[in-house]
T-cell receptor, first 112, second 115 residues
Framework: DAKTTQPTSMDCAEGRAANLPCNHSTISGNEYVYWYRQIHSQGPQYIIHGLKNNETNEMASLIITEDRKSSTLILPHATLRDTAVYYCIVRLTQGGSEKLVFGKGTKLTVNP | NAGVMQNPRHLVRRRGQEARLRCSPMKGHSHVYWYRQLPEEGLKFMVYLQKENIIDESGMPKERFSAEFPKEGPSILRIQQVVRGDSAAYFC?????????????FGSGTQLSVL
């Protein structure tokens, strides 16, 4: 089962920052937080991941709280093409398997 | 550097037939994961393989489904005697090495339709 909680849906105006929250209150010290997105029926696309420090790349920024119980994905200037389902995933190790377990995600709609 | 390649993109089978889905991981990647996405649902993990080994098959249905990742060639997800409930999008992902700090890259998927 997924270890994260995300809002079901969010809206954002084009050109504004999109801030997508995620709760992962049961996260363990060595578990990474990953963000993926799925546009329509395409394959999931990697966005960013982190352990405890904030991370930034060309797509987004990831802000992880100091207690690591929650995080926020920030798309600094959302475009219409950012409309997608965004998945926050805590990646854990179970018996040597390190699969990603997807939850329901947040459906982000970017409006013109 | 080509991404994860899945084929066919679309596969139509009649009930009772076999479906074979192929996944070629990214160059240099030796870990493969298969996921299934039913219509209007999220992605469900099926199986995790390394070359010639099944590491985690906890998400595989007990019957009719099998997966392999041979030393040479693509990973194959095989579904025998397909039923309408098998209609779904099947995604493959690959990673370079073992580890929770290692990104998974996904293919574009195979859409299986069972008539």
């Amino acid at each position: 089962d997924a270890k994260t909680t995300q809002p079901t849906s969010m809206d954002c105006a084009e050109g504004r920052a999109a801030n997508l929250p995620c709760n992962h209150s049961t996260i363990s010290g060595n578990e990474y937080v990953y963000w993926y997105r799925q546009i329509h029926s395409q394959g999931p696309q990697y966005i960013i991941h982190g352990l405890k420090n904030n991370e930034t790349n060309e797509m987004a920024s990831l802000i992880i709280t100091e207690d690591r119980k929650s995080s926020t994905l920030i798309l600094p200037h959302a475009t219409l093409r950012d409309t997608a389902v965004y998945y926050c995933i805590v990646r854990l190790t179970q018996g040597g398997s390190e699969k990603l377990v997807f939850g329901k995600g947040t459906k982000l709609t970017v409006n013109p | 550097n080509a991404g994860v390649m899945q084929n066919p993109r679309h596969l139509v089978r009649r009930r009772g037939q076999e479906a074979r889905l192929r996944c070629s991981p990214m160059k240099g990647h030796s870990h493969v994961y298969w996921y299934r996405q039913l219509p209007e649902e999220g992605l469900k993990f099926m199986v995790y393989l390394q070359k010639e080994n099944i590491i985690d098959e906890s998400g595989m249905p007990k019957e009719r489904f099998s997966a392999e990742f041979p030393k040479e060639g693509p990973s194959i997800l095989r579904i025998q005697q397909v039923v309408r409930g098998d209609s779904a999008a099947y995604f493959c992902a690959s990673s370079r090495v073992h580890g929770t700090n290692e990104k998974l890259f996904f293919g574009s998927g195979t859409q299986l339709s069972v008539l």
